[in-house]
């Protein structure tokens, strides 16, 4: 099973809502269905996940996340999940803003991109870092926004927006919290806004 899809099975109650933003194929939306019974609909932008969806008998919605979730009215879910997609948005804060009014909570999980190997692939070799986590080149790459785990940290802090939970994981696994800012390739947050 995928790591960051048993994080969020963890977290997920059962029965819950969940609008699972870049949903992809629909995966994590059929196994919370099937192993939490929740209630799920998937948006995505391509039209080849917009099928597999489908064809899953998933409900699932055709957008483009830069254009923001306006059409969905405050909390009308209790979860909504962004799965490696928030460094591939233009406005990143303004979509997590919209994911915590939307969603009683938020699940995300981004790559950490200072994880060790990426900051020794730009210090030592002087090249954008291109690996198993990262298999993209720079000029090909979907990602627009390079952050890092403080990073998100430091966003989350000045938006009053609380981390209730963070697993780290590193090449699909899980690890302890020991300097995640160096050794985790990906991070796994739960969200809710201060109120």
């Known amino acids: 099973m995928n790591a960051v899809f048993e994080q969020i099975l963890h977290v997920v109650e059962p029965g819950s809502t969940v609008l699972d933003l870049g949903c992809d194929d629909c995966a994590l939306l ?3 269905a099937r192993e939490r019974n929740t209630l799920g609909r998937g948006v995505d932008i391509d039209d080849r996940s917009i099928q597999a969806c489908i064809r899953k008998g998933i409900s699932v919605f055709h957008g483009d996340l830069d254009e923001g979730l306006k059409d969905y009215p405050s909390r009308s879910y209790d979860y909504v999940i962004l799965s490696r997609t928030l460094q591939q948005v ?5 979509l997590l803003l919209e ?4 969603g009683r909570q938020a699940i995300v999980n981004y790559p950490n991109f200072a994880f060790w190997l990426n900051r020794l692939q730009l210090g030592i070799g002087g090249r954008m870092p291109e690996n198993r986590e990262l298999p993209y080149s720079w000029y090909d790459t979907p990602n627009i926004h390079f952050f890092t785990h403080r990073d998100f940290q430091r966003l989350c802090r000045e938006e009053g ?11 699909g696994r899980v690890i302890p919290g020991f300097l995640p800012n160096l050794f985790a ?7 809710s806004l201060d109120v």
Do not use: G
């Open 30 to 32: 059929e196994q919370l």
């Open 90 to 94: 233009r406005d990143p804060k303004n």
């Open 99 to 102: 994911m915590l009014r939307v």
């Open 161 to 171: 927006i609380t981390v209730s939970q963070q697993v780290y994981l590193s090449r």
């Open 185 to 191: 390739t990906e991070v796994c947050c739960t969200l």
